[in-house]
T-cell receptor
Framework: AQSVSQHNHHVILSEAASLELGCNYS??????LFWYVQYPGQHLQLLLK??????LVKGIKGFEAEFIKSKFSFNLRKPSVQWSDTAEYFC????????FGTGTRLTVIP | KAGVTQTPRYLIKTRGQQVTLSCSPI?????VSWYQQTPGQGLQFLFE???????NKGNFPGRFSGRQFSNSRSEMNVSTLELGDSALYLC?????????????FGPGTRLTVL
């Protein structure tokens, strides 16, 4: 069965700390992977996406993600988080329709 | 450009009733997907419509149905409501069918079933 899993449920970091959120996918066929973010009180919005090509993908607000095929992973990274990065982060992927991970809540302490 | 809009934003119904939710996609987008978001199950795909045809369906009972109109607006209907249907229902639109195109999400409709 197709699925996307996120293992970090809640991450708490201090400002300027580095961030890495894990995401693993489990499906064959065409790889389409996304990271979405939901800031408090706002809509889900796209951070970055990967379809093919360079496995290191850069997104908005300084986020990046690396697709590692051998590990079935698509981890999200940011070298230095800010208080404004406090949000819920969703990894998603799928060959025919999107499957979402359960989300990781990130709290950044000023 | 206006974003995805969903109406109503909040809804309270009782068990056994039915409900219709509406979604207006971004102008020019022809694909509309619906998702259910709950604390326990997270975001789950309901169905996708493209050019007035359902192209994909998630693993939900037949009580959940939808349709898309010629202007790409979409409605979702849930009949015989159950307590477990309480959730945030999200609509997303994109240019193309399928998951390869970026989906733009609306604010959601918060449905509470009493």
């Amino acid at each position: 069965a197709q699925s996307v899993s996120q293992h970090n449920h809640h991450v708490i970091l201090s400002e300027a700390a580095s961030l890495e959120l894990g995401c693993n996918y489990s499906y064959g066929g065409t790889v389409n992977l996304f990271w979405y973010v939901q800031y408090p009180g706002q809509h889900l919005q796209l951070l970055l996406k990967y379809f093919s090509g360079d496995p290191l993908v850069k997104g908005i607000k300084g986020f990046e993600a690396e697709f590692i095929k051998s590990k079935f992973s698509f981890n999200l990274r940011k070298p230095s988080v800010q208080w404004s990065d406090t949000a819920e982060y969703f990894c998603a992927g799928g060959a025919n329709n999107l499957f979402f991970g359960t989300g990781t809540r990130l709290t950044v302490i000023p | 450009k206006a974003g995805v809009t969903q109406t109503p934003r909040y809804l309270i119904k009782t068990r056994g009733q039915q409900v219709t939710l509406s979604c207006s996609p971004i102008s020019g987008h022809r694909s509309v997907s619906w998702y259910q978001q709950t604390p326990g199950q997270g975001l789950q795909f309901l169905f996708e419509y493209f050019s007035e045809t359902q192209r994909n369906k998630g693993n939900f009972p037949g009580r959940f149905s939808g349709r898309q109109f010629s202007n790409s607006r979409s409605e979702m209907n849930v009949s015989t409501l159950e307590l477990g249907d309480s959730a945030l229902y999200l609509c997303a639109s994109s240019h193309q069918q399928g998951p390869t195109d970026t989906q733009y999400f609306g604010p959601g409709t918060r449905l509470t079933v009493l």
